[in-house]
């Protein structure tokens, strides 16, 4: 007993020294880049800057602070160093996609707080109850579809204990059954390919928005939409055929499933009247976001404050549940992820690493499309999504700068749409994370399923880009 309570002080402590060595090292960057002489081509600042991009990478990958704490820290830096004053720094809070992110929190946690999202889980899964195969299909879609409403990691905790449950009634064992590893990996997925439809999905979407109207490229939640939601459309039945292939499906009655969910619908009663109001206040900001979110008297971030308070008004959400449900840390880390974009542009620092990798490999249009899709996919297997959006935006809107071929916003779309599609590792996404520790599918089941949706999702995206975002939209 004792010699147990002295390994894990002893783990403990190892952990705390592996917390302090890499704080220790991302300080030590910058105090690097700070002393060094100035490197052809780039300012003091820039230089600084980049000291400070490698030190955001090394404390997001590693995550020895919490990353909304990362965040803060990223802006203190540049204010300390006098890259910025403490009002050009702060003044990334001013940025109406933070406001658009809180209002999407608020109405999300308001459809949670009366149990709306449960109706929509139990209905859609209500129509793929009758075959085992269509049955995952339906999960996946069914998460797609929330994710779209929703922010990603919330659907995903939604639907845990709604498949925990299904499974458990089918007495399923956890890592032998196929059905039970499709089933759960159909979550991770359909919520990771649904967070790229709009742009409440995931925060790696108001924070590129947000950075492109500082380049004064405007894009709306309509027009997010008509670029988005072909890659979901494509990617939702290629990733559920990979699953079906990976791990074959080894049931064939799903009666005691069926039996669960028709449990479930009778426990969660019919639709009251709170819950009506709710649909109703969400349709409408939805729609508002559709049609008038160009409009320059409400714009994304308008509508979303609007839909917040009549979420309040009309007695959906209290106060203080909004401040136990809306995820602030995300705000925080998003503030510090838009004044790293702002500084690497604002120094140089970003056009200057273009041009050293520009110079590396040879400018073909396609084969940087390529190299950007690939890049930020493998990059946030290892790392919050939106601190990969946030290394790699500014790079590739600097990139955009030297190749003419490819347009601002379609090197902006390219990473912000791949950092979303991470299906190989547990620490990838928030809903990989969750559904893992269902223990119904290991390490192994998700890298194998995994390689090849990252793989065919890649293929997806390259095709739209060329295709369909220059090709046809002209983007």
């Known amino acids: 007993m004792n010699e147990n309570i002295d390994s894990l002080k002893d783990k403990n402590s190892s952990v705390n020294y592996k917390n302090i060595f890499f704080i220790i090292l991302s300080f030590s960057i910058i105090i690097t880049f700070s002393t060094l002489p100035l490197i052809p081509g780039l300012s003091r600042d820039g230089q600084i800057m980049i000291g400070i991009l490698l030190m955001a990478a090394v404390l997001w990958i590693t995550e020895p602070l919490p990353l909304p704490i990362t965040g ?28 658009f992110l ?28 009758n075959n ?39 007495k399923l064992i956890p890592k032998q059954s196929n059905f039970g590893k499709v089933s759960m990996l159909s979550v991770a997925y359909g919520c990771s390919i649904g967070s790229l439809g709009t742009l409440i999905g995931g925060a790696r979407n108001p924070l590129t928005i947000g950075i492109l109207a500082e380049q004064g490229i405007s ?55 709170k819950q009506v109001t709710t649909l109703s206040v969400l349709c409408v900001t939805v729609l508002l976001w559709i049609f008038l979110s160009s409009h320059p008297q409400l714009g994304l971030a308008g509508i ?41 542009q604002t120094t140089g620092a970003s056009k200057w690493i273009a041009h050293q990798l520009l110079t590396i490999v040879e400018v073909n249009p396609c084969l940087i499309i390529l190299g950007l899709i690939i890049f930020t996919i493998f990059l946030t297997e290892v790392m919050s999504n939106v601190g ?47 559904t893992y520790s269902s ?37």
């Open 102 to 129: 809180i209002g999407a929190f608020i109405i999300a946690a308001a459809v949670k707080n009366v149990g709306l999202h449960k109706h929509f889980a139990f209905t859609l899964l209500n129509f793929f109850k």
């Open 132 to 170: 085992p195969k269509l049955f995952t299909l339906g999960i996946m879609i069914s998460c797609a579809v929330l994710s779209f409403f929703m922010p990603e990691h919330g659907v995903a905790a939604l639907f845990l204990p709604i498949v925990t449950s299904i499974l458990i009634s089918m």
């Open 439 to 475: 223990g119904y599918f290991s390490t192994r089941d998700l890298s194998k399923a995994g390689i090849f949706a990252n793989l065919i999702c890649i293929l997806i995206i390259f095709f739209i880009a060329v295709f369909y975002w220059i090709g046809f939209l002209g983007l």
């Open 304 to 344: 979303a404050i609007l839909g917040a308070v009549l979420m309040v008004v009309t007695g959906s959400i209290s106060w203080g549940n909004i401040e136990k449900n809306v995820p602030w840390g995300i705000i925080l880390l998003y503030g510090g992820a838009i004044t790293l974009s702002h500084g690497m």
């Open 72 to 99: 803060i820290l990223l802006m203190i830096t540049q204010s300390f160093i006098g890259i910025a004053t403490p009002a050009q720094i702060f003044a990334a809070f001013g940025n109406q996609a933070v406001f």
């Open 219 to 273: 894009v709306t939640f309509f027009d997010w939409m008509i670029y988005a939601m072909p890659i979901v459309i494509i990617a939702l039945p290629v990733v559920w055929l990979i699953l079906q292939i990976a791990f074959p499906i080894e049931i064939t009655d799903i009666t005691a499933a069926s039996k669960e969910i028709a449990n479930q619908l009778a426990i969660t009663g019919k639709i009251t009247k």
């Open 388 to 434: 990969a959006v946030a290394l790699l935006l500014p790079i590739g809107l600097a990139i955009s700068t030297e190749v003419t071929e490819i347009s601002p916003l379609v090197s902006s779309l390219l990473i912000a749409l791949s950092g979303g599609l991470a299906f190989m590792l547990v620490i990838a996404t928030p809903g990989n994370a969750i």
